[in-house]
């Protein structure tokens, strides 16, 4: 039988929480806890942490045989991450309906830092996380297909009505194209002849 090594598990959520907290500070949203978005993240499913297992400790009797030298050896079996984009999309408030207000105090926030961890989780640091990639996300999860696919044309549509409503003003093809990219450069969704496909989620096993 495994052990959970809950120790591995807790440095993982440490690191992902700073990175919560570093997003809010980002979008000034300091009030907002980092800990709540968390907590929200593993119960939309957004988010699943799994601990690395071990075996337990065990006495051995010791056998002296001048032929063989025995050595045994610690094993340990990788925990997962597991984050959704589509679960946590789902999980949010439809923000064409809400406030400026409530759209920026947890939604964005929250897409925001869903992108800032898979950032980390693809080991890709040159894109800079931004409040408008976060409304490209939630405009082409809430439009597209059963195959997770958008044309660029459409998701431009749904994107400039969102940004419109929330920012209160007017954005420009080459801003969305712009936002495609650099949301391709951190695998979030991939662009093809065919239009935007969204990546649904990413997981990376992890030892320590």
């Avoid at 419109?164 to 990219?181: F, R, V």
């Amino acid at each position: 039988m495994l052990e959970n090594r809950n120790d591995l598990l807790e440095i993982k959520q440490a690191e992902i929480l700073s990175i919560i907290e570093r997003t809010s500070i980002s979008l000034r949203e300091e009030d907002i806890s980092s800990k709540d978005i968390l907590q929200s993240f593993f119960k939309s499913g957004g988010l699943v942490i799994t601990p690395p297992q071990q075996e337990p400790p065990m006495m051995h009797m010791l056998v002296i045989d001048s032929l063989h030298n025995y050595n045994k050896g610690e094993s340990i079996k990788p925990g997962n991450i597991k984050l959704n984009i589509r679960h946590l999309i789902e999980f949010l408030p439809d923000l064409t309906a809400a406030t400026v207000e409530i759209a920026m105090d947890i939604p964005i926030l929250k897409v925001c830092a869903a992108l800032n961890i898979w950032k980390m989780l693809r080991a890709v640091t040159t894109v800079e996380i931004t409040k408008e990639q976060a409304i490209v996300v939630v405009a082409l999860w809430d439009n597209c297909n059963q195959q997770q696919r958008i044309t660029l044309e459409k998701g431009f549509e749904c994107f400039r009505s969102l940004y419109e409503n929330i920012e209160t003003s007017n954005c420009t093809w080459e801003q969305y194209i712009k936002l495609i990219s650099d949301l391709e450069k951190i695998g979030s969704l991939e662009l093809d002849s065919n239009g935007i496909w969204l990546r649904e989620w990413i997981s990376k096993r992890y030892t320590r």
